[in-house]
């Protein structure tokens, strides 16, 4: 029997300390302490500056940072948070379940610059933090889960200077819910996505020489489609609202017709499911797409959109643009490895207003149709065998009408395009 009470009073006395630990550790007192060592810690590590103005944290899986900012070796600051929210549970944590209930950062702004070498600003955090050790074994792989990541007030930059481009983005609201990060393979997987306010802005200098030097292998018989991503994604849907993009080469202008090298788009309002998004393949259902251009405004658009190597197609395609409609379909495949050719079929009906898309049209040919207020059109063309296609075409404005139909050859070389069974009529 004092055997059993002293072993009684042992645990409960061991209690008693683990509890008291436990309360200490929950204190300000503590967390103010550990609060003050974490930067000196880091900055040793880093070799750089870093502050942590407040960190509180329970071991029953709730942890809130506030005020932490890094700079660079060159007191530039490359990172400063406003506030940090972390809910999970540590004995999964640390049982190698990295699951994480919510993730919230609010006031986030990130600095990424790139020298004449291609070195980041960030080298010396990648440095600090890898792994040197080598090893033949191939890594374990590694899961990470987050039921509900928001981002709010978030800014971000980014400056090559080997490259001549700059990026920024500023964010007011972001959330993704039920997130996979799997290392084996590289993939992300999320239920959804919703991005809200976002401005990005992007400028560059070098991105029309790398267009003017992509090479095409014209004679391939497959579509070579390599979205050059080291990374996939699957997410069930994607919501943008009220977002802003901007692209320009080597000045910032807003000219009076669409140029690729000047692209301003404001009130992009998105709505994809479905999305799938590998090296070599994309697929997504596009339910809603609306934005403002300069000089052109799309009110609504729709579509089912799947590439890979062995096919394309745009299918079910509504636009909604002013006072213009068009549907259309959009279908192309290689129906064997030997195929010179994709077979395709295009079927699309619409109404164009003419002055809806002189955004787009050169002046020469703006003065030359100009003066059509609507035109009505329905095209249906479709692959006959490699090389020749079939062809029909119906135009239809308030006082003429044009209808033509015929098997055409060599249709993606205009100086050897050849007519057979043309047959045209036309009424003024």
């Known amino acids: 029997m004092r055997i059993l009470r002293f072993l009684g009073k042992s645990v409960l006395g061991l209690l008693i300390v683990l509890l008291a630990l436990i309360l200490l550790l929950h204190t300000p007192f503590v967390q103010n302490y550990i609060s003050k060592k974490i930067p000196g810690f880091l900055s040793e590590q880093l070799g750089a500056k870093v502050e942590l103005q407040q960190l509180r944290f329970s071991i029953f899986g ?12 060159n ?9 940090f929210d972390l809910t999970t549970n540590f004995l999964d944590i640390l049982s190698g379940d990295f699951h994480l209930k919510k993730v919230k950062l609010n006031g986030v702004s990130g600095h990424l610059t790139q020298d004449q070498s291609e070195e980041l600003n960030i080298q010396f955090i990648i440095d600090a933090f890898s792994n040197t050790s080598k090893s033949d074994e191939p890594s374990a792989p590694f899961y990470l889960k987050c039921d509900s990541l928001i981002l709010e007030y978030c800014d971000f930059s980014f400056n090559s200077l080997s490259n001549e481009m700059k990026v920024v983005s500023q964010l007011k609201h ?13 993939l992300i997987q999320m239920d959804t ?4 306010q976002q401005q990005l802005n992007v400028f560059s200098k070098t991105i029309q020489e790398a267009v003017e030097n992509l090479e095409v292998n014209e004679k391939a018989n497959t579509m070579s489609l390599d979205l ?18 901007s692209f320009h080469t080597d000045t910032i202008i807003t000219t009076p017709k669409f140029d690729p090298n000047h692209v301003e788009a404001q009130q992009v309002n998105l709505k994809v499911t479905n999305l799938l998004l590998l090296q070599d393949t994309l697929n997504f259902d596009l339910l809603a797409l609306s934005v403002q251009l300069p000089g052109f405004v799309l ?11 062995q096919r394309f197609g745009v299918t079910s395609l509504v636009l909604d643009a002013a006072n213009s409609h068009i549907n259309a379909d959009v279908q192309m495949a290689y129906d064997n490895e030997t195929a010179s050719t994709p077979s395709f079929a295009l079927k699309t009906v619409g109404q164009l207003a003419i002055k809806d898309f002189s ?19 329905a095209i249906d063309a479709k692959s006959l065998s490699p090389g ?7 135009l239809q404005t308030s006082n003429s009408h044009l209808s033509m139909a015929g098997e055409v050859s060599n249709l993606m070389e205009p100086e050897e395009i050849t007519w057979d069974k043309l047959v045209v009529q036309s009424s003024i």
């Open 388 to 394: 020749k296609q079939r062809i029909e075409l119906d």
């Open 359 to 377: 955004y787009f049209m050169p002046d020469t040919l703006e003065e030359m149709i100009g003066h059509l207020s609507k035109v009505t059109y």
């Open 299 to 309: 009110n609504n658009s729709s579509a089912q959109v799947v590439m890979d190597h």
């Open 75 to 83: 007191d530039e600051m490359i990172l400063s948070v406003d506030s």
């Open 193 to 196: 996505v919703i991005v809200e």
């Open 174 to 186: 972001f959330i993704g819910t039920h997130i996979l990060f799997a290392s084996d393979p590289l």
């Open 228 to 245: 050059d991503l080291a990374i996939g994604f699957t997410i069930n849907s994607v919501t943008l609202n009220e977002n802003s993009f």
């Open 62 to 73: 709730c942890a809130e940072l506030q005020g932490l900012k890094i700079w660079d070796p």
